[in-house]
């Protein structure tokens, strides 16, 4: 194994190889999924990843987002897997992990996995904060003239200051509406995922209404909602969250989720009740996705691709 100190962020990059990539899923929109990376140094407080971690007896809070783990040989991996299949099913990149956090800057492996699946192409979701990913919009292109692509930017608040204490290190919500605005450019199917919602947070009519519109002003194909998610492994880092930033929040959250994971109907309801009226109000009809022609445009030249990350 060979430890990557990123200096000044305290992140360990761990290179480890891997046996499989692919990664059968059930009960998802997906078949698969591929996650080049295991740990996350966005250190969201609410990532339900966390718990995957927790299955695997690691440590869900440091060991998640300060040592991160690098399949070095997925793309590799990859190669071998891909003709196996018999059925060319969907498959998700970056369902337990952020294929375009930092480490990607030096590792290039999540674009060397598209670079694979071009070779032999499936229907493809991309789920990222990363605004790196406007690295690779030659790629999204090329994939997206053979099979479907789609890129779901993780937007749960456009409030700097609410991003900034829930998901400490990753990419400012400005920076990831101008990459959505980039991928659109290009003519990629590229929109907002305004998830989680947190409760008392960002599940405002303001709130919501404030992504919507910045979805809507960036041009998002999309603008979709989930609602928040607390599995075991996750509850200890949200709570700590909500203890610094806002106490008087945890006594009714912890009451709301006192024996479940997930939100009760009644506010499931309630909420996906609003966010149809609010995605009507900024054109996002039809469960969220705005009505428009599929075109796909030449990349912008590299100059014009520049984005802090």
Known sequence: MFYHIQMGSGVAYREVTTKRALTRVQGMPFAWSLNPYSGCSHACTYCYAREYHALKGRDTGAGFDRDVEVKINFAEVLRRELPRLRVRETVALGTATDPYQPAEARYRITRKTLEVLFGCPLPLVIVTKGTLIVRDIDLLVRLSRVVDVRVCVSIGTVSREVALASEPDAPEPSARLEAVRRLRAAGIDAGVLCAPVLPGISDSDGSLEAVALAAAEHDAAFCRTRPLKLDPAV??????FLEEHHPTLVRPTTAAFADRV?????????????????????????????PRSRTIAPPPPP???????
């Open 262 to 290: 997930n939100p009760t109907r009644s506010y499931v309801e309630q909420l996906e009740a609003r966010v149809a009226r609010i995605s009507r109000k900024y054109g996002f009809a039809d469960h969220g996705e705005r």
């Open 303 to 309: 100059a014009q691709l520049k984005l802090a990350i």
């Open 235 to 240: 509850r200890p880092h949200y709570f700590a």
